[in-house]
């Protein structure tokens, strides 16, 4: 695989290494305290000593939007692992066995999907009320669908396979056999999936953040801080820049991890 | 006896409707012996070698019984069947790579035989995995634990196969085909193998195979097989000597022999049948040179002559 097939990979690493690295050690990044407030310079546009300018109670942008990409990582993190997680193992179990647990979980996967993602996610959120971690339970009763699709029809190819006849004959135990060596086989083009989902997660946390939904003050998240600047768009764009640049490139970054261990990894999609 | 199955059957339910594909058979495998199953495609043939190990999907109703040193496989629990299969049965597949662990190491896969079936600890582990690569003709065996299916040959990778089902010294083997998916001169390679392996281990083989010359080379005694039934078994040299079946008359006359150049082959004209139900006389009876009334309407029954059984009213009155 040549430079050019990788370059897109290497690119979306170097985007999420510095998210990452933002993530891991804010102070060490950001310019100044993102929450001292700066009386002589209130909304200040972009300078040399406000990068990003500054928000209605002088406090630096780029600063808060660096120390906000903690709780986004966070929630890239956590809305991808519990679909991952519940998806994968109902995906394994009724691939698998099959029959009547199938059947159902079909019926079921039919009925959530029916409805929009987002819809639904914010439905169970209000239901529950605003929070991160009752964001993270909304997703992981949505989200799953998706992940035991994809993971059930990578085991019904997989079980077929020779090899799981020959772990069987070899008096394996049908738990070992699923996982030790169904899972690991079936697993590739989940995970390459999920790489691609941590892009939608930011985006969706973001959004209800924005909402008030999700991230709840005064935790600083870049939808929340989008929101902040919404009031002053008119006198003071620049204070949704920064966490705006922020989402798009955490955004593209995951995507373009996904696309690329994709390729790298040889799953059709 | 080590391996007695009596009465077969296999009923497949497929979208398009039933399917018999083993009709009654009835086998043996005696301890030390090669037999060889044959048939052409379709015959059933490899159907009946995943039966007897257990390895259909659930849209297969098998019934009869599969009995291995007196107990039926077909009935037993699982934790027992789990302790058979791989320590006492084990099993090698026609087309390795899709048999190998493409995410495994040869040598986890081997050793995770060992520590389902032996109580040897890591060490002992590691060297019976070098001795069986060294026992199958892997060389630089240390080398080679640690790496993947996908960086063996075909040759390497039916030997690592089979090291793999030898690991905790089975005393049946069953071979599905294990040459098919082979350049001919691997296939000469990996037959050697498994006789020597099966005098070295005193292991017993039933060998899958549509290849009368496989047959010829390896086995004691051969079974053939023609739309889910048997039709003929004996030793080797009786049924290719004499054929009591017109089946196997017929397969005979259809295959080079050393005289191939002044001999002409014969085919077998049609097709195997689709077994979308039982034929109610001979299944062969169509296609049969040698028919008889009787053949059409009548299923003949597998005759016991001396040592070798025949299903055949052709070749039964002469």
Redesign the interface.
Known sequence: MGLRTKLPLILGCVLLGVMIAFAVAPDVFSPMDPLAFDYDALLAPPSAAHWFGTDQFGRDMLSRTISASRIDLQIAIFAMAGPLLIGSLIGLLVGWF??VADAVFGRLADLVVTFPFLVLVIAIVAVLGPGLINMYIAVALVGWVVYAKLMRGEVRVQR????V??????????SRVLF??VL??AVRSVLVYAVTDMALAILLGSSLGYLGLGAQPPEAEWGVLIADGKNFFDTAPWISLAPGVAIVAAGLGFSLVGDGLASLLDVKR | MSLEVENLRVLFDTPRGKVWAVDGVDLTVGPGEVVGLVGESGSGKSVTLRAIAKLLHAHATTTGRVSWRGRDLLTMPEPELEAIRGGQIGMVFQEPMAALNPVLSIGLQIDEVLVAHTDLDAKARRARALELLDHVGIAAGATRLGQYAHEFSGGMRQRAMIAIALAANPALLLADEPTTALDVTIQDQILRLLLRLKDELGMALLLVTHDLGVVAQTCDRVAVMYAGRICETGTVRDVFRHPHHAYTAALLQAMPSDQASTTRLVPIPGMAPRLSHPAEGCAFAPRCAEVLDRCTTERPALITQGSRTAACFARATQ
């Open positions: 099959g029959g077929s396979l020779d090899y006849a020959a772990g069987r004959v070899l008096g394996y135990s049908t030790r060596h690991p086989n």
